[in-house]
């Protein structure tokens, strides 16, 4: 009964208490310490993204608390630091096209994966998106090619996005 309890409070507190309070880390650094704001948002979001990552992994569950704390973290970016529409306009475009195939098919991506994939492009400088996306991508495949094989099967399998599209932005950000 106590064991149910700790990993109950321990869930609350990683997945509604660090994500609101990063976001006003973030937004607080962003206005008060603007010298630190880039190694600070790419911590915060480097956090949140393990986070996301570690939920999918262990609960086939992606926390929309941590991908809405990365969008105001992307709205303050836009609005203090630097406005980039080229990234909101690609993130708009490719939420369309991917809630269009959740919709025909809801096995093959999950919500919190489309909304990881399109918070995180709206945090990356236009140049890099194709590359984040390509590696996403890969990353999924590899990983899904693994699982199979660890399966022996290629049915039913579950691939956890989230490390994949993590570990393309770390691998993207500047």
Not at 60 to 74: E, G, M, Q, R, Y
Not at 80 to 89: G, L
Not at 90 to 105: A, D, G, K, R
Request: aromatic share 12%; hydrophobic share 60%; net charge positive.
């Amino acid at each position: 009964m106590t064991k149910k309890i700790y990993k109950k409070s321990a869930s609350v507190i990683l997945y509604r208490v660090i994500p609101p309070a990063a976001g006003i880390l973030y937004a607080a650094a962003a206005v008060f310490i603007p010298v630190f704001e880039k190694e600070m948002r790419i911590i915060i979001i480097a956090v949140l993204l393990v986070i996301v990552s570690v939920s999918d992994i262990l609960e086939h569950k992606i926390p929309l608390t941590a991908c809405a704390v990365i969008f105001s973290i992307n709205l303050v970016f836009s609005v203090v630091v630097y406005y980039n529409p080229v990234s909101w306009i690609v993130s708009m475009f490719l939420f369309t096209v991917l809630m269009t195939v959740y919709l025909v098919n809801r096995s093959l991506i999950g919500l919190g994966d489309i909304l990881l994939i399109t918070v995180c492009v709206q945090s990356l400088m236009p140049e890099n998106i194709l590359k984040f996306l390509f590696l996403t991508f890969v990353f999924s495949a590899v990983s899904g090619l693994f699982t199979s094989c660890r399966a022996k099967s290629l049915k039913n399998v579950f691939v956890p996005a989230s490390p994949c599209i993590a570990a393309a932005f770390l691998l993207q950000v500047n």
